[in-house]
């Protein structure tokens, strides 16, 4: 006799168990194996060499059994008969194990019709489930010696998945009725579980199958259309060849989801479709859009300011800060910098430069005008839930220069203006800030682009109607008016060429002294810019066209008196200094949109009630001015000021029909009725520019440049400026600095004493 311990636990004491005649030798100690020998004890122990086992390793409940039969394929038969306990267990030095046992006895509850049903049911199940299987004769072989409950449980108990505790607890059920139930439980539950199993494996195989096969059937279309597009390139429908943009244009992936969600969209409603338009702009949009980062250039800095200085002349200060920015993106290989804001008079060239940065970079030059603009759809784009929708102005723009790094001029920011259909300005918002437009969103194509590659530039003619959060994403550059000499350089170099160009006119038929240059600059335009420069040249091109065309082999020059009787307007009238200076008359300095211009303030008492009356459209601010100045005599001047008592104090400005306003002008005013009350005149080539406290303080102005040239093109000689605007003299050109004396004061006192006013001692 000896024992057989086994892991793979059985279920029943009634079965039969094969099990290898190896393992039954060394069991037995290497003794022979023969039919119908006895075999003590079968029982589960610990996973562990019977050299190291312990009488605690061993389950308290095994079965006793016997040797049936030995096989040629090396298994024994082992015929179980009953469950026992073990009582004692001894091992011995020499490996030797002795087990006590007695017979654990049976509950018998189980009605014998009631276990032959139960076993009927269990095999029907056991055969249904062994025809799925590979090995189905083998099993149906088995099933056939099944002729109890215990049987079946034996058979099945190696692919049970159940734990060898699990089968412990229905070895040890005293109760036939409980134990069948348990095994009942375990088979079924088996079989059901791997059937379910296997289904589920099959129809996700059949699932992957048919992935696999409308995956192979696709490529082989694809290929097969392929080469018959190439065959016949006119048949390509347009769904195959917006397919293939968007393969090929780079795009985000979220950009492509969105172009392949719409270009499912037009498969499935046709050309027939009212929809069908919208979503081919929309694709033929998206996919001609350039997506691919442009990669950095090192820009060389000589040749870049070469071609500014080629195309512009002057502006040294705005080609400077042009360069360091060309410098810094060099540096970082990357665009970077502040959102450049050109701020200046029409004409001074703020958007032509732009062309001319692109050119230095080696960049497309995009222009988008902004002027009237009062939708944030045109910033935006509109949604394409609407009929006729478009993507907005930026976008438009990065469309049709074909980069993702233009040079792009936003021009006239300062014309936007809000309705209620949203403000445009906020829509810039995010457009200009490096911050956030990398991720910018067109309402139109409904998924982000990176604008971070592209150099915005903006200009305006004024800052006053920029919203503060939008002029602070902005980094401002003033272009100043042009000098007289100056404007002479620009037309020589940039304008009559260009203008003779377009006209046709040869350099050997045509040329044009610098006297004819300055009478134009002079006596027909007046403004800080060439704008009008350049279309009174044009003209007078224009003009004598007709006569180099009826006389090809003359020569035409150009001169002041051929320019005078060429032109049909009458030359414009500058303000000049007075020939005959008067009290209360004094030369203040304006800015206007235009450029700079001198205007004088008149006043005169008569005969009244002491009102005050103001005239020539001044605004607010200047009226203010205007009372604070009086403020300011009738302290200064108290024996002087009693004349206002018993007469009017008229304030004009002449040209009443152009509207004035602005802080500059209240040094002007103070001093204009000093000069009344006390009757001493103010030399008329002296001008004065600046606003002024009621303690008497000159406070800064600015426009400082643009008044400075307005002077020295009227004549003047000496100019009054706040000390405070001292530092902007530089932005001032040398031309106007060596022509006018200028001089700053930080009291009105002090300019008082210097026109000969106001006493040395007072």
């Known amino acids: 006799m000896f024992v057989v311990p086994t892991y793979n636990m059985i279920l029943s004491a009634d079965a039969t168990l094969f099990y290898p005649q190896e393992q039954l030798r060394h069991s037995a100690g290497g003794n022979g194996i023969t039919v119908n020998e006895k075999v003590i004890l079968i ?29 040629q394929q090396g298994y024994a038969v082992i015929k179980t008969q009953y469950r026992v306990n073990l009582e004692d267990v001894r091992i011995y030095p020499d490996h030797t194990i002795k087990l006590m046992t007695t017979r654990r006895k049976d509950i018998d ?9 139960k076993l009927d049911a269990l095999i029907k199940e056991m055969r249904n489930y062994a025809a799925g ?7 149906e072989y088995f099933i056939k010696q099944v002729d109890s409950i215990g049987m079946a449980a034996c058979i099945m108990s190696p692919i049970l998945q159940i734990s060898n505790d699990e089968r412990y607890a229905i070895l040890a059920e005293d109760s036939r009725l409980r134990r069948t139930e348990l095994i009942e439980k375990a088979l079924y539950e088996f079989m059901e579980v791997d059937r379910i199993t296997k289904e589920a494996n099959s129809s996700q195989q059949q699932e992957y199958q048919q992935r696999y096969k409308e995956a192979a059937i696709k490529r082989q279309m694809e290929h097969l259309q392929k080469e018959l597009d190439d065959m016949h390139p006119e048949n390509v429908t347009d769904v195959q060849k917006f397919a293939q943009r968007i393969a090929d244009s780079g795009m985000n992936e979220t950009a492509r989801k969105e172009a392949e969600k719409v270009l499912n969209r037009l498969k499935q409603e046709g050309k027939e479709s009212v929809e069908s338009g919208m979503l081919y702009d929309y694709l033929d949009f998206v996919t001609t859009l350039s997506w691919k980062k442009e990669d950095a250039q090192q820009i060389d800095l000589e040749e870049a300011r070469r071609i500014l200085d080629e195309d512009h002349y002057g502006l040294h200060k705005v080609k400077d800060r ?15 910098g502040s959102i450049l804001l050109f ?10 430069i732009g062309k001319s940065i692109a050119r230095a970079l080696g960049r497309k030059y995009v222009r988008v005008s902004l002027g009237g603009v009062h939708d944030e759809s045109d910033i935006r784009g509109h949604r394409r839930t609407y009929i006729g929708s478009m993507p907005g102005r930026i976008m438009d723009g990065i469309h049709k220069s074909g980069v993702s790094n233009p040079v792009m001029v936003l021009d006239e920011v300062d014309k936007l203006s809000a309705s209620y259909n949203g403000s445009p300005a906020s829509a810039l918002l995010e457009v200009l800030d490096p911050e956030q437009n990398n991720t910018f969103t067109d309402h139109y194509m409904n998924v982000p682009y990176d604008l971070s590659d592209v150099l915005f530039i903006c200009t305006a ?9 939008l002029l602070d994403r902005m980094e401002i550059i003033q272009f100043n008016g042009y000098t007289p000499l100056e404007k002479l350089r620009i037309a020589k170099d940039h304008l009559v060429p260009k203008s003779m160009e377009s006209m046709g006119i040869d350099k050997a038929q045509m040329s044009f002294e610098d006297s004819a240059l300055e009478t134009i600059i002079s006596d027909y335009t007046m403004e800080a810019g060439v704008r009008s420069l350049r279309k009174r040249i044009d003209t007078l091109c224009r003009i004598l066209a007709v006569k180099v065309a009826s006389q090809p082999d003359a020569h035409v020059i150009v001169t002041p008196e051929l320019v005078r009787d060429e032109t049909e307007d009458h030359p414009i009238h500058h303000e000049t200094i007075l020939p005959e200076p008067t009290p209360g008359v004094v030369t203040g300095l304006a800015w206007t949109p235009v450029g700079g211009e001198i205007l004088y303030i008149e006043t005169k008492l008569v005969p009244g009630k002491g009102e005050l009356i103001i005239t020539g459209q001044l ?3 200047m009226k203010e001015s205007a009372r604070i100045a009086i403020s300011l005599v009738k302290d200064l001047f108290p024996k002087e000021a009693d004349k206002l008592q018993d007469h009017d104090l008229h304030i004009h400005v002449p040209a009443g029909a152009v509207p004035k306003d602005g802080p500059s002008a209240g040094v002007a005013l103070t001093t204009a009725l000093a000069s009344l009350l006390t009757g001493r005149i ?18 800064p102005i600015g426009g400082l440049p643009e008044k400075l040239m307005a002077a020295q093109r009227a004549g003047i000689t000496n100019v009054f400026i706040p000390q405070e605007n001292l530092y902007d003299l530089k932005d001032v050109a040398q031309e106007v600095k060596d022509r006018i004396e200028i001089v700053t004061v930080s009291k009105v006192t002090e300019l008082l004493k210097s026109v000969g006013i106001l006493k040395k001692k007072q």
């Open 682 to 699: 103010v030399d008329p080539h002296i001008a004065m520019t600046g606003e002024v406290a009621l303690r008497g303080a000159v406070t």
């Open 43 to 71: 029982v589960a122990k610990e996973n562990k060499s019977f050299s190291d086992l312990q009488p605690d390793d061993f389950y308290p409940i095994g079965v006793a059994g016997n040797i049936t039969e030995l096989n």
């Open 461 to 469: 003619n004024s800052l006053d109607t920029i919203p503060q959060p």
């Open 619 to 621: 605004g607010d601010v």
């Open 322 to 336: 042009i360069i360091q920015q060309i410098a810094v993106m060099n540096l970082k290989k990357q665009q970077s």
């Open 133 to 139: 299987l590979q090995w189905a004769e083998t099993a």
């Open 343 to 352: 701020a200046g008079a029409p004409g001074t060239g703020k958007t032509s």
């Open 109 to 117: 509850d189980l009605d014998t019709a009631l276990e032959q049903e």
